[in-house]
Structure formats: structure tokens, C-alpha cells
């Protein structure tokens, strides 16, 4: 579900509900909604349109900025509350209209009506017709107030349609126009819900709770949402999105519905192609931090569930990841002990509590150069294993701190219960030897406890080290914490070694292990490395089943069946190229 919506109204343009704002806002707080924006139908300085309950009264503007700051500051916690409005473009209202955007943070274009040849206002509805002229003119407003950076968005781009009887060439022109303007000056177009909510849900001016069949039915010959103009958009690089465009306070609780209404208008194919702006980057907004940033791209490089992007500020480049739940204190003890220990990874530049969403995000600085990734594909097999060796010598720093393994182990074995347990729940496991791999499971736990247990980074793999500068910078470090060395490499042996791993890859990774255990690689550590496989298995096996993934389980039992085949099992296994 889109969580944000920047359109709603309020009692005092005199045709919404009346009711105090702070009711709109409980209600999308309800629904689950982090993000709204307060946009009633503007003021006017200088009363121009003067139809009587259309627009709030100028009088009442402070008021109605004071309380939105009021609401801003008391749901704090649970929502983001920004002020703006709805306004018209109209030449010669360019100064008022930007002294509103000045005291807002957005401004969304509804575009209701334009001057017609008289300097009449025309006005958008069911029976007031458009020329072709006027329509031009419709754009060129669009285009003025673009053009003078007044909205943050256009509402209802396709109004126009209320003019017009059918969508022809002339309805195709404008919107093409519509769509480059949109297009230059990169503003989003809004899909308006509102005309579809008053058609159905609120049809005859009064709420029904019918079914959505009923609803369904109700749509004939809409104006808007229009399907040919949304197709004409998706062949734009334009963002949109939704907007409930409230009045009444049960059109929030139907939001949904009515987007499945306005997909089924618009069709699936052309929703598909549409390019929503994404929760993510609603989020992003709420970063003080990249707030005057240059670019902000998704880094989209190895297997993470955090957020990641990367985002340059002053010339300077940052890395950001954003993590769920509150976890400030954490992610910085586990920085002092890289510090502590001198182990090379990126610097915090800043970090904060996103409480409205529950997440954590942390800006660090960017560490150019190559992941030991980039490397195995660049260098020989003798250059890997020496900077394999370096990264190795750096981990070993880590046995340094380390824990009472008793604690340890109980937790562990807490741990890996739970994870036999989830396998026993799954029927379908055709590629695998349950029982089997439950007992060497078990049993191959036991060189795991003998080993003294230490600080580790949890995933040791190819793409979390960084080379700059001959340095080993390691990256993806939130997981840090005390447990048995060799779990540490769980994420190599199932993504790099299957069985048929390449020569480079081995090589770096020999390298790995031969610095951490300073050239004597214990017999019995192939046995963890083993280990670590089924466990690694069994973790993915959790996370599938916790999404009720069965595409992704049955992967995961392929490859783990694969693995499994290839090595004869794991029981008295040896790791040829370890040494
Ligand atoms: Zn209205
Ligand atoms: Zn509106």
C-alpha cells in the first residue's frame, strides 16, 4: 500500500466534512498511513473565484497553518504532517501564489478552471464543455505555473476530460503536452480518486458500504482517472501517484479499495508501466541529511535486507543504509569495537531514529576501490591469496574479545532448534534426506562448541570487503556480534562454494582462512565449514517460510540438494583447495 497521501481537505473550504482535522488524522493513522499532507482549496488575497463554499477564506489561513504545526508536533511519533494547498494557476496571481508555496511545504496544482475569453472564469464540470483552444490553454497554465516551480505535484492532471466527450486526437495532444512538461520539469502526476469515491462509495452525496462488485458497476464513462491518458503518461519518464483528494473522512478507510477500482479503470498493463513513487523514497525525504543532496541512487550491489543507497552531498560521496527498528546504540558499539580493534571499515558520519517508520538510518562515508568480488575477477590466483591473507590477519584481531561460551551455546542451541523445528513443519522436502541432515546437523555442531567463541562480523563474503588504498575496509558490519568463528563464512559456503567454485574465488578464500589462523588452518575447522552449510540452509529455509515463499523453498531445497549431492554428504568432507 502507498503509505503517504498529500491530498486531503478541511472544513473550512465549506464542502468537505466538518469535522476538526485531527479526526482525518487519526483516521490515516488507523489505516497505517506514515506521511499526509494538509492541501485545502487556497485563500485568495483578491476573491476571484467567488462561488460561495469552494475555497477557505483568507482570514482563516493562519489558522489553518497553525493547526496543522499543532498536529505536526502531536502525532510526531506517528506520522509526518506537512501543510500545503490545492491552488489554480491564473495569470497575474504569480506573487500570491508563491508567497503560499513559501509558507507551506507543498503545493499541488488542481487546475479547475481558466479565464476564457472574457476573462470569465470557465470552470471544469459534467456540463461545461471545452474548445479545443481552451484546452491549449489549460496546458499553457500548467506549463506557466511549472515553469515558475509553484507545485510540488499535479492533482487530477486529466480534469480535462470533464470537458471533453471522448478521447480523441486533440484529448491525445494534450496529454502528450501534459506528459512533456511533467516530463522537463520533473514534477509527478497525480491519479485523483476522488471523482471515483463521489461515483460509488459516495454516490447521491451520501456513504454506502457496498460491496465493490456493486461499486464496480457504478463506474460508467468516467472523466477521470482516464485510461488512454494514463496510457500516454507510461510512455513517460514520470513519476506518479495516488491521491485520495479527502473530504470526507470515510474516504481514507476506502483507499484501498479505490485504488483497485482506479487500476481496473486505468488497466493493468498501463498501472504495470506507470512509475509510482516508491514508500522508500517518501522516506528518504525524512532524512534531514539528504535534504540539499546532489543525487540519491539505490546501490543495489550484493545480497542485503537493509536499504542502500548511495548519495553525494557537496561534492562528497556517502553511503546511506537504513535499517529496521531502533537500533542507534547497537550499530555504534559495534563501530567502537572496530575502532577499538583497528580493524579498517567506513566511518559514521551520522545516524538517527526514523520513529514514524521504526527504522534506523546511518550515513557512512563511501569507500571507493574494489570488493574482493571485483577482485577474483581481475587478479591471479597467488595476488588473491595474499590479500586473502591480509583480510584474514585483520579477522583474527577479532578473537581478542570474547564471552562465556556456556551462555553461548544454550543460546545456540535455542537458536538451532527453532530452525529443526520449521524443517519438521515443511512437508515437501523430495530433495532431501530430513533425518540425515538433522543428524550431521547435530553432529557437526559439536566441533563448532569446541572452538573458543569471539567477536565476529556474521558474514564474511566477497562482496562485504572493500579494497581501497591496499586497505581491507569491511562493510555490512551491523550484524557484529560474539558467537563461533566459523559462522562467519555461512554466507560464502552457500553462495560461492557449491561445488564447482572457481579457482579464484578458492584462492581468496584459502587466503581468508590461512590469515585468520595465522597459516595452521585446524583439521577439524572443515568440519565447521560444513556446518555452517546445513545452518546456512536452514536459515533460508526459515526466512521462505516465514514469507510463505514457495518459489524461493523450493530453490533452496534444489541448491541445498545440489551441494549436498556433490560432496557425498558432509560427514568426513575436506575442503581440497583449504590448503
Ligand atoms: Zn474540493
Ligand atoms: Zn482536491
Redesign the pocket.
Same mark, same amino acid.
Given at each position: 500500500m502507498q503509505d503517504f497521501n498529500y491530498h486531503t481537505?478541511t472544513f473550512r473550504?465549506g @464542502?468537505?466534512d466538518l469535522i476538526e482535522d485531527e479526526e482525518y488524522v487519526k483516521e490515516y493513522i488507523k489505516m497505517g498511513f506514515k506521511k499526509i499532507v494538509f492541501t485545502? @482549496?487556497c485563500p485568495e488575497r483578491t476573491l476571484i473565484d467567488t462561488r460561495v463554499n469552494?475555497?477557505m477564506q483568507y482570514s482563516l489561513k493562519n489558522e489553518y497553518l497553525a493547526n496543522i504545526q499543532k498536529l505536526r508536533e502531536k502525532y510526531a511519533k506517528q506520522i509526518i504532517i506537512e501543510s500545503g494547498y490545492?491552488v489554480e494557476y491564473l495569470p497575474g496571481e504569480e506573487a500570491s501564489l508563491l508567497e503560499l508555496k513559501k509558507e507551506t511545504d507543498k503545493i499541488l496544482l488542481?487546475q479547475h478552471f481558466l479565464y476564457d475569453r472574457n476573462k470569465n472564469l470557465k470552470i471544469f464540470g459534467s456540463k461545461n464543455k471545452f474548445t479545443k483552444e481552451e484546452l491549449k490553454e489549460y496546458v499553457n497554465y500548467i506549463e506557466e505555473a511549472v515553469k515558475l516551480r509553484i507545485p510540488s505535484l499535479i492533482a487530477h492532471p486529466d480534469i480535462y476530460m470533464l470537458g471533453r466527450d471522448s478521447f480523441g486526437k486533440t484529448e491525445s495532444e494534450i496529454a502528450h503536452r501534459i506528459c512533456e512538461i511533467a516530463e522537463k520539469y520533473s514534477v509527478p502526476l497525480e491519479i485523483n480518486l476522488?471523482k471515483i469515491f463521489s461515483d460509488t462509495y459516495y454516490k447521491d452525496k451520501k456513504l454506502n458500504d457496498d460491496s465493490i462488485q456493486v461499486q464496480r458497476k457504478r463506474i460508467i464513462d468516467i472523466a477521470y482517472p482516464c485510461k488512454e491518458f494514463w496510457e500516454v503518461v507510461a510512455n513517460y519518464n514520470i513519476k506518479v501517484l495516488y491521491g485520495i483528494?479527502v473530504?470526507h473522512k470515510g474516504q481514507i478507510s476506502l483507499f484501498n479499495n479505490l485504488v483497485t477500482l482506479a487500476n481496473e479503470i486505468i488497466g493493468k498493463n498501463t498501472i504495470n508501466k506507470l512509475n509510482f513513487i516508491t514508500n522508500d523514497e517518501v522516506l528518504l525525504e525524512s532524512i534531514p541529511f539528504l535534504k540539499g543532496c546532489f543525487s540519491v541512487t539505490q546501490d543495489l550491489r550484493g545480497h542485503s535486507s537493509a536499504l542502500r543507497y548511495v548519495c553525494v552531498k557537496d561534492g562528497i560521496t556517502y553511503f546511506v543504509k537504513i535499517y529496521k527498528n531502533n537500533r542507534i546504540e547497537e550499530l555504534d558499539s559495534i563501530q567502537s569495537i572496530y575502532d577499538r580493534l583497528g580493524i579498517p571499515t567506513p566511518k559514521i558520519v551520522e545516524n538517527g531514529y526514523l520513529e514514524v517508520y521504526d527504522k534506523t538510518y546511518v550515513i557512512y562515508e563511501y569507500i571507493k576501490g574494489k570488493t574482493l568480488k571485483e577482485l577474483t575477477e581481475e587478479l591471479e590466483v597467488e595476488e588473491l591469496e595474499m590479500i586473502g591473507k591480509m583480510v584474514g590477519n585483520y579477522l583474527s584481531k577479532f578473537k581478542n574479545i570474547s564471552d562465556n561460551k556456556e551462555i553461548l551455546i544454550k543460546t545456540c542451541n535455542s537458536e538451532f532448534e527453532s530452525l529443526i523445528e520449521i524443517l519438521f513443519k515443511i512437508k515437501k522436502n523430495k530433495f532431501i534426506n530430513t533425518d540425515r541432515v538433522i543428524r550431521n546437523f547435530n553432529y557437526l555442531k559439536e566441533y563448532l562448541y569446541e572452538t573458543c567463541p569471539s567477536f565476529i562480523h556474521k558474514d564474511v563474503n566477497l562482496n562485504n570487503v572493500i579494497i581501497y588504498n591496499n586497505v581491507p575496509y569491511f562493510v555490512d558490519t551491523d550484524g557484529g556480534k560474539i558467537s563461533f568463528c566459523a559462522l562467519d563464512f555461512r554466507g560464502i559456503c552457500w553462495w560461492t562454494w557449491d561445488g564447482d567454485n572457481k579457482l579464484n574465488e578458492q584462492a581468496m578464500y584459502r587466503g581468508i582462512f590461512q590469515g585468520l589462523f595465522n597459516n595452521k588452518i585446524p583439521d577439524n575447522f572443515h568440519k565447521e565449514i560444513a556446518f555452517t552449510i546445513y545452518y546456512e540452509f536452514l536459515l533460508k529455509v526459515q526466512e521462505a517460510f516465514v514469507n510463505n515463499d514457495h518459489d524461493r523453498m523450493d530453490f533452496i531445497f534444489k541448491k541445498f540438494g545440489k551441494i549436498f549431492a556433490k560432496t557425498n554428504y558432509f560427514e568426513n568432507y575436506k575442503f581440497e583447495w583449504f590448503s
Open positions: 481537505h473550504c @464542502h468537505a485545502d @482549496h469552494i475555497r490545492e488542481g476522488n483528494d473530504h
